[in-house]
């Protein structure tokens, strides 16, 4: 059961209300709270894709982008990224692999 290994609420406070004090630039654990939040939701959020190849889907490769020579993309993720100008070939796959998005 997951519930009894995640933290509790009031542990998780613990550390910010440690941030909150006269001299911190949070003088209460609301203003702490609001700036974690956010701050939280200014960041992007990270999707990872791991669409599984199947016979004859598009696969891409932008030698630009790629970490490795292992390195390929997915039609849909291939399309919602911008890769102009970038070296980039297609090919289509046998079964197997991944989006590496």
């Given amino acids: 059961d997951m519930t009894n290994k995640s933290p509790?609420?009031?542990s998780l406070l613990l550390p910010i209300t440690s941030l909150v004090n006269?001299?911190?630039?949070?003088?209460t654990l609301n203003a702490a709270e609001t700036s974690i939040s956010?701050?939280?939701?200014?960041?992007?959020t990270r999707r990872v894709c791991?669409?599984?190849?199947?016979?004859?889907?598009i696969v891409w490769v932008c030698r630009t982008?790629?970490?490795d020579e292992?390195?390929?993309l997915c039609h849909d993720c291939f399309s919602n990224s911008n890769h102009?100008?970038?070296?980039v070939a297609f090919y289509h796959a046998q079964?197997?692999?991944c989006c590496d998005c």
């Fill in 84 to 87: 102009e100008g970038h070296d």
């Fill in 65 to 67: 982008c790629q970490s």
């Fill in 50 to 57: 791991q669409h599984p190849f199947r016979r004859n889907d």
């Fill in 38 to 44: 956010t701050l939280g939701k200014s960041c992007p």
């Fill in 8 to 10: 509790s609420h009031s």
């Fill in 22 to 27: 006269k001299k911190s630039r949070y003088p």
């Fill in 70 to 72: 292992t390195c390929v």
């Fill in 95 to 97: 079964a197997g692999g």
